[in-house]
């Protein structure tokens, strides 16, 4: 048998692995390392960062004391947290002061609306504190009002500016 490479440690007394451990190490042993070529390692350098920079942004996480509010109509603004270009959608916080209102629209999108704090009307329906209301591509909404104040999370279709 030829010794193991560097960077195969050899087995030392029993292991709860036993022979399937003694198996590996003889397979490691009867490789023979494999010198890369510079495309080849570019190649794989490559795919590394490609997996990494994946990954960075596959998760994001969005402070409280980032964004900005803006006003969205009398007594309402809006905080954008994300939006995604390529599905026309985004996630923002709308706040409602009391007495405020939202115009009617319609949805070319699923909306979904997390009443985080408050109350809200749609039309005659209410919606409180911790309800989620979903609203399905096609639809449209009443005029939105808000008597007391409301704060919520919405998913809903993006407009772009402009």
Request: aromatic letters at 4%; proline letters at 5%.
């Amino acid at each position: 048998m030829s010794p193991l490479p560097d960077n195969v440690c050899p087995f030392q007394g029993r292991s709860k692995y036993g022979e399937g451990l003694r198996l590996f190490e003889r397979l490691a042993a009867a490789i023979e390392p494999q010198a890369l070529t510079h495309e080849r390692c570019r190649e794989l350098r490559g795919r590394i960062l490609q997996r990494y920079a994946q990954r960075q942004r596959a998760t994001a996480t969005i402070r409280s004391a980032e964004g900005e509010w803006h006003p969205l109509a009398p007594g309402v603004c809006i905080k954008l947290l994300r939006r995604d270009e390529a599905a026309g959608n985004m996630t923002a916080y709308v706040r409602m002061e009391p007495g405020s209102s939202l115009d009617s629209h319609d949805h070319s999108q699923a909306e979904e609306c997390l009443l985080l704090q408050g109350e809200i009307l749609i039309g005659t329906h209410r919606v409180s504190a911790g309800d989620l209301h979903v609203a399905s591509a096609g639809t449209a909404h009443s005029v939105i009002t808000s008597p007391n104040g409301a704060l919520m999370l919405i998913r809903a279709e993006y407009h772009a500016e402009g």
